[in-house]
T-cell receptor
Framework: DGGITQSPKYLFRKEGQNVTLSCEQN?????MYWYRQDPGQGLRLIYY???????QKGDIAEGYSVSREKKESFPLTVTSAQKNPTAFYLC????????????FGSGTQLSVL | AQKVTQAQTEISVVEKEDVTLDCVYE???????LFWYKQPPSGELVFLIR??????QNEISGRYSWNFQKSTSSFNFTITASQVVDSAVYFC???????????FGGGTRLMVKP
């Protein structure tokens, strides 16, 4: 079945540590996105990529980094510069970057130890 | 800048009741797209509907219906005869340009009790 796979489902970060969240899709989508969801709040865009080897900052990119070396993969690194990383992270993709519906993964819950 | 407001943070109903989830949006663009997504307890967001700004026709899909009114900048979602499986967080979202950068509302948590 085609879809978006995020791993791990739960992740714990120690002080000063960088952690990487995985996002893989087999939908052959060009565009991929990372959103952050805080309790009781909507989703906020961290980074997005419309094509391989290219990505753009979203509204809350500080403390995060991404790469897009392959079409199917868009990993997100939460760096030690992100002082409040505890949140639910959602990856999404779409077949065209023209206001089509997004397909979402099942998310990663990141917590700080 | 765009903004989406879902004033109802939580709604609780009893099964078989009808329920309406409100969504009000702000944008200066004349071309835009509105979405509703459902987030069940499993976490992933599930697409429900997309509407463009030039199509004000109401939409009905089974027990779901959507009322889009440009005059009041609203895109409300009604569930008829609610069921326990409708319990979820529902998000309204807005997109105004290519690239699909959605602006989300804060979400409405719907609890349907048996």
């Amino acid at each position: 079945d085609g879809g978006i796979t995020q791993s791990p489902k739960y992740l714990f970060r120690k002080e000063g540590q960088n952690v990487t969240l995985s996002c893989e899709q087999n939908l052959n989508h060009d565009a991929m996105y990372w959103y952050r969801q805080d309790p009781g709040q909507g989703l906020r865009l961290i980074y997005y990529s419309q094509i391989v080897n290219d990505f753009q900052k979203g509204d809350i990119a500080e403390g995060y980094s991404v790469s897009r070396e392959k079409k199917e993969s868009f990993p997100l690194t939460v760096t030690s510069a992100q002082k409040n990383p505890t949140a639910f992270y959602l990856c999404a993709s779409t077949n065209r970057a023209t206001n089509e519906k997004l397909f979402f993964g099942s998310g990663t819950q990141l917590s700080v130890l | 800048a765009q903004k989406v407001t879902q004033a109802q943070t939580e709604i609780s109903v009893v099964e078989k009741e009808d329920v309406t989830l409100d969504c009000v949006y702000e944008t200066r663009d004349t071309t835009y797209y509105l979405f509703w997504y459902k987030q069940p307890p499993s976490g992933e967001l599930v697409f429900l509907i997309r509407r463009n700004s030039f199509d004000e026709q109401n939409e009905i899909s089974g027990r779901y219906s959507w009322n889009f009114q440009k005059s009041t900048s609203s895109f409300n979602f009604t569930i008829t005869a609610s069921q326990v499986v409708d319990s979820a967080v529902y998000f309204c979202a807005l997109s105004v340009r290519a690239g699909n950068m959605l602006t989300f509302g804060g979400g409405t948590r719907l609890m349907v009790k048996p």
